[in-house]
Every structure is written in structure tokens, then in C-alpha cells.
């Protein structure tokens, strides 16, 4: 079942979006031969060293694993990620020199968004990360501040800092920023 919806949601982006972005992608992504993401789930203690991208497609092994590692903590819920926001994340940490993520939040079940809503008013109630279109992080060793700086220069969707809690918003949205 996993396997044949990772399979489809690949088809589809490269139906739909993929000729799109393609036109847009900047150049230093394009010319990755193969991208690869290193992470640290600061609640769980996983980590991933994950080559998701090689010979000009997605690998839907390594996206699995990604889904997996950035399942909602609390309830174990696994979601598909948007590969869009794995280039994202790719494309800032090229930016910023490379790193491991350390990753706050992923995917959230409707349910944990809920939870997180009632204990504060930050929380948007149709969040992307509803979607596994959003995550909270941090990169190991580089200040916060700049790493928002990096985000921000890609104009690649919604890129939000919390400097009080020490992490930056990323996600596939439309530009914007908070």
C-alpha cells in the first residue's frame, strides 16, 4: 500500500508539477546529480543519512524513509512528504554550507494539530505541515537567524522564525514570510 502510493504521488508530480518547476528550479539543483539530506529528530533521537534524489528521479525507497523519520512523534502516524520541500531543504543546506537538520516538527496528524492549537495561538488551524508540506528545524552548528537569511534568499514558499524557540518554519506554500 505504501509502495503504491509513493508511486503515485511521484507520477503525479512529475505530470502535473514537475515540467512546471523544472522551468524554475534553480540552477544549482538542477545540476545535482544527486541530492542528499542528513537529519536528527531532536523527540525520537533517529537519525537519517538519506540519498532521495539520483539518475534524475526521486528514489521511492528514501522518500519512505523520510516519511517515516518525519512521522508525527506522538501518535506514529506516517504521512508522504513533499519531495518540493526535501529540495527545499537540499537547496538551504547547500546555502548554509551543509549540516544535519535537526528536525522540531514534520507531518502532524489532524489530531496533534488540534493538541498543539489548544496550548498555543501560533498554530495555524489548516497548517501545511497537515500536509507534510512543512517542517520546524534547526542546522546543526549554524546560527538560526542565518539559516532563515538562507531560506529566505530561495523565495521557494512560507519561511517563519521563532527565534524565541530557536528554529525556523519552512514549507511549499507561497512565498511569504513571519
Same mark, same amino acid.
Given at each position: ?11 503525479? %508530480?512529475?505530470? #502535473?508539477?514537475?515540467?512546471?518547476? +523544472?522551468?524554475?528550479? /534553480?540552477?544549482? &539543483? @538542477? ?15 533517529? %537519525?537519517?543519512? #538519506?540519498?532521495?534524489?539520483?539518475? +534524475?528521479?526521486?528514489? /521511492?525507497?528514501? &522518500? @519512505? ?114
Amino acid at each position: 500500500m505504501l509502495k503504491v502510493s509513493i508511486q503515485r504521488r511521484l507520477l503525479l %508530480r512529475g505530470l #502535473v508539477v514537475g515540467p512546471v518547476a +523544472g522551468l524554475a528550479a /534553480p540552477s544549482a &539543483l @538542477a545540476a545535482a546529480s544527486e541530492r542528499r539530506l542528513a537529519f536528527y529528530h531532536t523527540h525520537t533521537d533517529e %537519525r537519517l543519512k #538519506v540519498t532521495y534524489f539520483a539518475d +534524475g528521479k526521486f528514489i /521511492p525507497e528514501s &522518500l @519512505a524513509q523520510v516519511d517515516r523519520l518525519l512521522r508525527d512523534f506522538r501518535n506514529d502516524e506516517v504521512h508522504p512528504i513533499d519531495p518540493d520541500l526535501l529540495d527545499t531543504l537540499h537547496q538551504v543546506c547547500g546555502l548554509c554550507g551543509g549540516g544535519t537538520f535537526e528536525i522540531i516538527s514534520g507531518y502532524r496528524s489532524p489530531e496533534t494539530n488540534q493538541l498543539l492549537r489548544k496550548r498555543s495561538n501560533g498554530v495555524a488551524r489548516s497548517s501545511l505541515h497537515l500536509q507534510g508540506r512543512a517542517i520546524d528545524i534547526r542546522l546543526s552548528g549554524f546560527v538560526t537567524a542565518k539559516l532563515r537569511d538562507a531560506a529566505l534568499t530561495l523565495q521557494r514558499g512560507g519561511v517563519g522564525y521563532y527565534a524565541r524557540s530557536d528554529f525556523v518554519h519552512l514549507d511549499t506554500g507561497r512565498v511569504r514570510t513571519w
